[in-house]
C-alpha cells in the first residue's frame, strides 16, 4: 500500500515537529509530485526553506491549499476554526482535510460547518511526539509504528478514507479508527490528564519554599526527570487541548482524584498489601506497553532520532 499511494500535491498548515515530521516522511516516501508548507511565521517559513522541507513554503494558508489533494492542519487545536474559515474558499473539489490535533471532536465541530461539500474532512490524530517544537525538531521517523488514530464521521468517504489510511501507512504508521467521542475519552487517560498531571507536579516542585529549585534540578532522579520531559511540551497545544477536551478530561481527573484518595488512605493506616498490589498491576501495565513496541524498555532520554 505504501507503494501505491501518491498525490499531486500535499499542502501541510503548521511546520512545528508534526508538520514538519510528515513534510520529512513524505519526502523519505517520495508521495507527492508537490509538496507545499504553511505557517504564519515568517521566521518558521524561512527556517523551513532554509532545511529544504518543501518545494515551498508560504504565509498564506488560502494559497498554499490551491491545488492540493490532500491538506493536513498541524496546528494547535484552538486554530482549527479559524485556518479552516481561511482555507475553504480554495479547496478544489475533492480535497481531503486531516489534521493531527489530540482532540477529534472539537476539531470535527469547528471544520465541518466552515468546509466545502466537495471536500473530505477526516480528522485525525497521530499518536506521537517529542517535547521538542519548531521545523527542525521533526524527523522522518517520528510515525514509524506509532498508531494514527482516524475519526471519520459517518458519511464518509469510503475511498477517501482509504487514500488517507493508506497516506499514514505509508508514513510508517498503524491506523485505528474510532469515533470521535471514543477517542477523546481514550486520549484523556492516556495523554492528556498525565501531562495535566506533569505540568502540576513540576509546578508544585518549582513552588516548594523549604526545597531550592537548585536542590530540584541537582536531585531529580528518573521519576521527577520523567514528569519534566513531559511537562516541556508546547504550552500553546496543552492549554487547547485541555479547553477543547474539558468534559473526558474532567471525567478521568474526577476518577484519578479517588484513587488517590484510596492511596492517600492506605498509605496513613500502614495497608502494605494494597500498595503492593497496585504496584504490581502498574508495573504489568508498563511491561505490557514494552512488549507492544510502544516504547522501549529504557527512557527516552537521549534517544537519537535519525532524519
Known amino acids: 500500500m505504501a507503494e501505491q499511494i501518491h498525490f499531486d500535491q500535499i499542502t501541510i498548515i503548521g511546520a512545528g515537529l508534526i508538520g514538519s515530521s510528515i513534510a520529512r516522511a513524505v519526502q523519505r516516501g517520495q508521495l507527492a509530485d508537490r509538496l507545499v508548507l504553511a505557517d504564519e511565521s515568517i521566521e518558521v517559513c524561512t527556517e523551513a526553506q532554509r532545511l529544504k522541507l518543501a518545494d515551498a513554503c508560504m ?4 494559497s498554499a491549499v490551491e491545488g492540493a489533494d490532500l491538506v493536513v492542519l498541524a496546528v494547535p487545536v484552538g486554530a482549527m476554526a479559524s485556518v479552516g474559515a481561511a482555507i475553504a474558499p480554495s479547496l ?4 481531503i482535510v486531516t489534521d493531527v490535533g489530540s482532540v477529534k471532536e472539537s476539531v470535527f465541530k469547528s471544520l465541518s460547518p466552515l468546509l466545502p461539500a466537495h471536500a473530505h474532512l477526516i480528522p485525525g490524530h497521530p499518536v506521537a511526539g517529542t517535547e521538542r517544537s519548531g521545523p527542525a525538531a521533526g524527523f522522518a521517523s517520528l510515525f514509524d509504528s506509532r498508531w494514527c488514530i482516524l475519526t471519520p464521521p459517518d458519511d464518509v468517504d469510503a475511498a477517501a478514507l482509504e487514500r488517507l489510511s493508506a497516506f499514514w501507512t505509508a508514513l510508517g504508521s498503524k491506523v485505528e479508527i ?24 513540576v509546578g508544585t516542585a518549582s513552588d516548594l519554599e523549604t526545597v531550592t529549585r537548585s536542590e530540584v534540578i541537582k536531585y531529580s532522579a528518573g521519576g521527577f526527570r520523567d514528569f519534566t520531559r513531559i511537562a516541556a511540551s508546547d504550552p500553546t497545544m496543552w492549554r487547547d487541548v485541555f479547553l477543547n477536551n474539558k468534559d473526558a478530561v474532567l ?10 484518595t484510596a492511596l492517600q488512605r492506605a498509605i496513613r493506616w500502614g495497608d502494605g498489601d494494597q ?10 501495565i508498563r511491561r505490557r506497553i514494552i512488549d507492544a513496541g510502544q516504547d522501549e524498555a529504557e527512557p527516552d532520554f537521549g534517544r537519537t532520532h535519525k532524519g
Open 59 to 62: 504565509t498564506d494558508a488560502a
Open 251 to 260: 471525567e478521568m481527573l474526577g476518577r484519578f482524584s479517588e484513587d488517590l
Open 92 to 95: 478544489k473539489a475533492g480535497a
Open 178 to 201: 474510532m469515533t470521535a467521542p471514543h477517542h477523546d475519552l481514550v486520549l484523556a487517560i492516556t495523554s492528556h490528564v498525565p501531562h495535566l498531571i506533569a505540568y502540576n507536579i
Open 275 to 284: 500498595l503492593f498490589d497496585l504496584f504490581t498491576r502498574t508495573r504489568d
